[in-house]
């Protein structure tokens, strides 16, 4: 498949350098990480919440777990994920499960994890499961300068 139009057009919009990184079918984002031989510390997962307020993108390591409870204590509300049925409306031009972290692209706020934003590089799914894209860290920083920041997972 490649990469999602939504997503291409907005990296292009934004004018930043990045690579496509084609990889072996993988059907989960540390299968991901191990087949493109990156660390999974530099993959960035996208992990789709709500409330009755909408829908949030939280983008975490790949290496980690959502912590709910710090979730809800960092921003006082009460997520749930996201049905199969919700990420595919949501994100229809991505194969279910490869949801690119750029919330911005989609019209979604995004949290995005403390532990991804100090690093030199990072990596995240295109919209399939055989293709992720690559930036660096300044440009993920820019990327995710709308975002709002927190400390809200942990490692498996």
């Not at 307020?53 to 994920?81: D, S």
């Not at 199969?84 to 994890?113: H, K, N, R, S, W």
Request: hydrophobic letters at 40%.
């Amino acid at each position: 498949m490649g990469i999602a139009m939504t997503l291409q057009e907005y990296l292009d919009w934004e004018d930043l350098e990045y690579d496509l990184i084609r990889h072996p079918y993988t059907g989960s984002s540390l299968y991901t990480a191990q087949e493109a031989h990156i660390s999974g510390r530099q993959l960035a997962k996208s992990v789709v919440v709500g409330d009755e307020n909408g829908y949030l993108l939280a983008v975490i390591p790949a290496t980690n777990h959502i912590e709910f409870k710090w979730l809800k204590q960092q921003l006082n509300r009460n997520f749930t994920l996201a049905s199969e049925d919700e990420l595919t409306y949501m994100f229809d031009d991505c194969v279910e499960g490869a949801i690119p972290p750029l919330g911005d692209a989609y019209g979604y706020e995004v949290i995005v994890d403390s532990a991804l934003t100090t690093l030199s590089d990072i990596y995240f799914e295109a919209g399939s499961h055989t293709d992720i894209v690559h930036i660096s860290g300044d440009s993920f920083r820019t990327l995710m300068s709308n975002a709002l920041h927190g400390v809200f997972s942990k490692p498996f």
